[in-house]
């Protein structure tokens, strides 16, 4: 079983609607999550972290957790066709304090 | 945020040789990551470089195939050693923001593409 998985994708979307992107970590005592957003040819980039239970949002970004079902998610409202890349899941182990990443899903926002 | 170059950004090199990047960081850092990710793939840690300590290597990796330096703290080099097409990636320098310890928010170079022939 992979530490972090993500379903490839790709994930399309018409611009406007709302982009859900999920994630399943397997090591129960892990504590913090986050999304990194790749586009292609470029570095991986910080754009959410989640430590608790719930949803956190930041502008049109939500991330929801729910360590219970080892699950985190990503909503992207009002998707862009600039939101269009990878966006990578990632954890750290509670166990190793390490970052583990996803193989990441991409997202295709379409006009 | 950290700025971070590395050098160099891309390369085509010969099987059985070997290549240092080289990454630079504008401010100073306690933990530097080193990152590959191959074709297609997520980011799989090398090791993390750790001033005035031995790089601490993840399963997979050794220090004879992937050598690292850590001079100081804004300054560290990878080597990928005898070379073989399967070392063709995109290597990625990273760190994290003095002081916090292991925060999960990384900071990461431009990147180094190598291919090998």
């Known amino acids: 079983q992979k530490e972090v998985e993500q379903n490839s994708g790709p994930l399309s979307v018409p611009e406007g609607a709302i982009a859900s992107l999920n994630c399943t970590y397997s090591?129960?005592?892990?504590?913090?999550f986050f999304w990194y957003r790749q586009y292609s040819g470029k570095s991986p980039e910080l754009i959410m972290s989640i430590y608790s239970n719930g949803d956190k949002e930041d502008g049109r970004f939500t991330a929801q957790l729910n360590k219970a079902s080892q699950y985190v998610s990503l909503l992207i409202r009002d998707s862009q066709p600039s939101d269009s890349a990878t966006y990578l899941c990632a954890v750290i182990s509670g166990t190793a304090s390490k970052l583990t990443f996803g193989t990441g899903t991409r997202l295709q926002v379409t006009l | 945020s950290a700025v971070i170059s590395q050098k160099p950004s891309r390369d085509i090199c010969q099987r059985g040789t070997s290549l240092t990047i080289q990454c630079q960081v504008d401010?100073?850092?306690?933990?530097m990551f080193w990152y590959r990710q191959q074709p297609g793939q997520s980011l799989t840690l090398i090791a993390t470089a750790n001033q005035g300590s031995e790089a601490t290597y993840e399963s997979g990796f050794v220090i004879d195939k992937f050598p690292i330096s850590r001079p100081n703290l804004t300054f560290s080099t990878l080597t990928v050693s005898n070379m073989s097409p399967e070392d063709s990636s995109i290597y990625l320098c990273s760190v994290e923001e003095m002081g916090r310890g292991v925060t999960g928010e990384l900071f990461f170079g431009e990147g180094s593409r190598l291919t090998v022939l």
């Open positions: 090591d129960r005592v892990s504590q913090s």
């Open positions: 401010s100073q850092v306690t933990m």
